[in-house]
T-cell receptor, first 112, second 112 residues
Framework: QKEVEQNSGPLSVPEGAIASLNCTYS??????FFWYRQYSGKSPELIMF??SNGDKEDGRFTAQLNKASQYVSLLIRDSQPSDSATYLC????????????WGLGTSLAVNP | DVKVTQSSRYLVKRTGEKVFLECVQD?????MFWYRQDPGLGLRLIYF???????EKGDIPEGYSVSREKKERFSLILESASTNQTSMYLC???????????FGPGTRLTVL
């Protein structure tokens, strides 16, 4: 059973701090990795994706991928109260795989 | 921008009723997905479709069926609704070679 695991949280950080969210996956052949944000009662929205080992930055967000250790992380710099949400990690497996495997999400609370 | 729409935001049905949930995307995407999301259980894939009239079962297809007669439209059918199908239903779509899933706003279904 291919799995994606996340710490459920809640992760609580003060406003302006760096929030670090982690995700591990079991399928070593996984190809692409996605971070979504989901506000309560709303649908998931894409933050960013990453395919290659290393860091990828987009504004205040940085995704980090380490395929050897099978983890992907999301850093949120200068956290704002509006970042308070659940963050979902999703992984696409090897081959011509149309499906994503989803983690259960990490709840983040940014305190003013 | 990709737009995925769902027929209803909120729906209340009675046990035994036949329920249709519709999803429409405007980006000519080949792949469409139906998920349900429940607290503590995350996103669970019900069915997906990779082409018109083509479908594959996801992780929890029991009690559901789907229809895809046109590329832009993917319908989820609950043949005889039961109370354990009370949930948030999310539709998503993605194109070939682009595996980012774009979500509709969701339908919160309550079965009484």
């Amino acid at each position: 059973q291919k799995e994606v695991e996340q710490n459920s949280g809640p992760l609580s950080v003060p406003e302006g701090a760096i929030a670090s969210l982690n995700c591990t996956y079991s399928d070593r052949g996984s190809q692409s990795f996605f971070w979504y944000r989901q506000y309560s009662g709303k649908s998931p929205e894409l933050i960013m994706f990453i395919y290659s080992n290393g860091d990828k930055e987009d504004g205040r967000f940085t995704a980090q991928l380490n395929k050897a250790s099978q983890y992907v992380s999301l850093l949120i710099r200068d956290s704002q109260p509006s970042d308070s949400a659940t963050y979902l990690c999703a992984v696409r497996g090897a081959g011509n795989n149309r499906k994503l495997i989803w983690g259960l999400g990490t709840s983040l609370a940014v305190n003013p | 921008d990709v737009k995925v729409t769902q027929s209803s935001r909120y729906l209340v049905k009675r046990t035994g009723e036949k329920v249709f949930l519709e999803c429409v995307q405007d980006m000519d995407h080949e792949n469409m997905f139906w998920y349900r999301q429940d607290p503590g259980l995350g996103l669970r894939l019900i069915y997906f479709s990779y082409d018109v009239k083509m479908k594959e079962k996801g992780d929890i297809p029991e009690g559901y069926s789907v229809s895809r007669e046109k590329k832009e439209r993917f319908s989820l059918i609950l043949e005889s609704a039961s109370t354990n199908q009370t949930s948030m239903y999310l539709c998503a779509s993605t194109g070939t070679g682009v595996h980012t899933q774009y979500f509709g706003p969701g339908t919160r279904l309550t079965v009484l």
